[in-house]
């Protein structure tokens, strides 16, 4: 991570301004729910895990933050959290330096960590209760709280259940509710349907959806690209501790040169892919070689990331053989 | 700073546990110790008088506050710790102390659960007392602070669960068992003696027979509040919630 060669992103992330970026660019007295500069994260073997970000995220806007593991994303939302001091750089949470007023700017997120424990022992009404009385709501506030989250993550059947007998699923909703108690202006979710069915990662998407529909921010990572494109209104690709491509959907896609992917099988091999900059192009070429079975269709996310980065995210899906085609 | 209803969510929460766990909370607390009570009256070489009785019982209490302060809330720490439930405190507009704070008031509940089960049992096994409750009530107050200070500092360096676990095991039974808590403080080797004699086991043993005895050991109580003073304040400074 600390070698000086450029990265594939930075060979090929050209930021070039688009009427989608005008949208998220701040006004210069704007105050940010999210205001990054300069970030860098070096432990103390050496490890560069970020390297110069800056980020401003608009009230109001979803972000998700894409990259492969290792990449620094996690290190990078701890920094936002205050769990992790940064080496240099600045952060400010709604304008307040989240660096000198750690607890003070705590109060305004709600934060799930990546990996974090449940008190096995408690009730899951308990849980999250006590959880809303340390986030310093009332104790009627912290009741109605508690009982719309639950409601809201579909846990409305476990509430006198021990935590311990939920399954690993229902634990990690429990963690987002925790996060969602007392309705915080910014939510900061590191990886928060990782591990979740598919039922609960929807659920939990709406959720976040609700949330972002009375106003607040939300900064998540993950590693579901369809996660990604479902809930944010930037996107944010962090290779090897640098923020190589930041944008709206449209806008990363439109950074492809060649935007039209082929994905055929030639016998017994592995599935191929291959890219073309028309969709004559692309057509031309599977007839020409009497493909029987492909299909053909317009770049995705997973594209500009595989493009940025040369790495595939979500590890479910079938290994593909990827091929850059001279067409 | 900390504050008082976030120190007793963090109580609730972990009483929660001891609601769900009483069965080996009374084995550490109780049994182990007061088995420890037979056991040194039937090996005293100078008979079980009433002295004598009331030292094993001053023993087994503090025994009993190790295995509590050290042992299982080094343990309870150290879980926190590594199971990523500390992070979940550490994500909430908290201050560490009212973490630390909370989980000392949950240790201290269970020392008073189990110091008052030893001394019905005491009292069953014959052992006569003339209790002073203020100096005993302040002397089970300090050792807990005291030991529970070494549990926080403990459960904050260890770089492992095992390796955090096996230190409080250690201390928690070693720090009772090295100093002169069952036996005289003749039968130590003359230069173990010097250090023995200062342990805070060993201090919080002739404390708390002196209780039992229905006086107090006020320099014993000093010194041990100038120690609980050193290990909490230690254990609060090290309990931070920001990694560097």
Known sequence: ?327 | MPSLSAIICIFRIHLARLRAEAGPFLLAALIFPSAMYLFANAISSSGADQQNRSRFLAGSIVFSLSLTAISWLGYLLLENRFTGRLKLFATLPLAPSSYVFGILVFGIVQAALGCSALLIVARLLGVRTQMSVWPLLVSVLLIMLCLSGLSVIIATRARSFSEGSLLTDSLGAGLVFLAPVYYSPAVIPKFLRAVSEWLPTALGARAVQAALGGSYALGDQMILGAMALVTLSLGFKLMQFREN
Not at chain 1, 73 to 102: C, W
Not at chain 1, 120 to 140: I, M, N, W, Y
Not at chain 1, 172 to 187: E, M, S, Y
């Open chain 1, 1 to 327: 991570m600390s070698s000086a060669a450029p990265t594939i992103g930075e060979q090929r992330a050209v930021v070039g301004e688009t009427e989608a970026t005008k949208k998220f660019r701040p006004a210069d007295d704007e105050v940010m729910a999210v205001r990054v500069r300069g970030l860098v994260k070096r432990y103390r073997d050496g490890t560069e895990a970020n390297r110069g970000i800056d980020l401003d995220v608009r009230r109001g806007e979803t972000l998700s933050i894409l990259g492969p593991n290792g990449a620094g994303k996690t290190t990078f939302l701890r920094q936002i959290t205050s769990e992790l001091r940064p080496t240099a750089g600045t952060i400010e949470i709604f304008g307040v330096d989240a660096i000198a007023r750690p607890q003070q700017v705590k109060r305004k997120m709600g934060i799930t960590p990546q990996e974090a424990g449940v008190f096995e022992t408690l009730t899951v009404r308990e849980h999250l209760e006590l959880f809303a009385r340390l986030k310093g709501l009332a104790r009627d506030e912290a009741h109605e709280s508690t009982s719309e989250i639950i409601h809201e993550l579909d846990l409305d059947r476990e509430t006198s259940r021990r935590v311990g007998q939920l399954s690993g699923g229902q634990r990690r909703r429990i963690l987002i509710g925790l996060a969602l108690l007392g309705q915080p202006p910014l939510l900061v979710l590191d990886e928060p349907t990782t591990g979740l069915d598919p039922a609960s990662r929807r659920t939990t998407w709406a959720v976040i959806r609700k949330a972002v529909a009375r106003g607040t921010t939300v900064v998540l990572s993950t590693h579901y690209i369809e996660e990604a494109e479902h809930l944010s209104d930037r996107i944010g690709i962090i290779s090897e501790g640098r923020m190589i491509a930041l944008g709206p959907l449209d806008e990363l896609l439109a950074r492809l040169p060649k935007s039209y992917r082929l994905s055929y099988r030639a016998s017994l091999e592995q599935p191929r892919v291959q890219y073309f900059a028309t969709f004559d192009a692309a057509q031309q070429y599977a007839v020409q070689r009497g493909m029987a079975e492909y299909s053909l269709a317009r770049a995705s996310l997973e594209d500009v990331y595989f493009e940025l980065t040369g790495h595939r995210l979500e590890a479910e899906e079938p290994a593909e053989e990827i091929a850059r085609c001279p067409a």
